[in-house]
């Protein structure tokens, strides 16, 4: 079964700049989604078919996939960015979630 | 804009069939992919199901054999019925829809927890 990978956990400081990958074999050759998850909260699309921001998702998030790696980017990076973030891709039209990341803004 | 609450029983026992509903409002069931996913406590997000409204399904492998799902488009309703439950089922059970399949699911219930307990 195809299996998405991103690092458990992320630090960055208040202003820098986030940057969080999700890994799966010629992923580039799919579309990638990402979610953000805040605790006791639903999860909230923040980036679809690689790069796109669905409306009320603010322009510092970044989406970029190609090769094995699709990566969520957040500039200016805010305490309220702080929360769990999920990669998704389609496989064979079955869903596919990495395992999430931690972001911490320190 | 399409909201969705999920309803059912919070506590179900071992070896029983879990039943979830998920009620959509603000628009038609008669369209998009209807999926139910579910994160156990402390865990991540694991998908286990999309419903399109004409009743066709794709469930994921490792749930195939425990799972059922079905579309009432007269209630604007769709369900999941998950059999021989175990303690690993407990989880927050969420519905999601999306338009097409590249574009994510961009509405989400509030989600409902379950536990399997007897």
């Known amino acids: 079964s195809y299996e998405l990978t991103q690092p458990p956990s992320v630090s960055v400081s208040p202003g820098q700049t986030a940057s969080i990958t999700c890994s799966g074999d010629?992923?580039?050759?799919?579309?990638a989604c990402w979610y953000q998850q805040k605790p006791g909260q639903s999860p909230v699309l923040v980036i679809y078919?690689?790069?796109k921001r669905p409306s009320g998702i603010p322009d510092r998030f970044f989406g970029s996939n190609s090769g094995n790696t699709a990566t969520l980017t957040i500039s200016g990076t805010q305490a309220m960015d702080e929360a769990d973030y999920y990669c998704q891709a389609w496989d064979s039209g079955t869903v596919v979630f990495g395992g999430g990341t931690k972001l911490t803004v320190l | 804009q399409v909201q969705l609450q999920e309803s059912g029983p919070g506590l179900v026992k071992p070896s029983e069939t879990l039943s979830l509903t998920c009620t959509v409002s603000g628009g038609s069931i008669s369209s998009y992919y209807w999926s139910w996913i579910r994160q156990p406590p402390g865990k991540g997000l694991e998908w286990i199901g999309y419903?399109?409204?004409?009743?066709?399904?794709n469930y994921n492998p490792s749930l195939k054999s425990r799972v059922t799902m079905s579309v009432d488009t007269s209630k604007n309703q769709f369900s999941l019925k998950l059999s021989s439950l175990t303690a690993a089922d407990t989880a927050v059970y969420y519905c999601?829809?999306?338009?097409?399949?590249?574009?994510?699911?961009?509405?989400w219930g509030q989600g409902t927890t379950v536990t399997v307990s007897s």
């Open positions: 078919q690689d790069t």
């Open positions: 999601a829809t999306t338009e097409a399949l590249s574009l994510g699911m961009d509405v």
């Open positions: 419903i399109y409204y004409s009743g066709s399904t």
């Open positions: 010629k992923l580039g050759d799919k579309y």
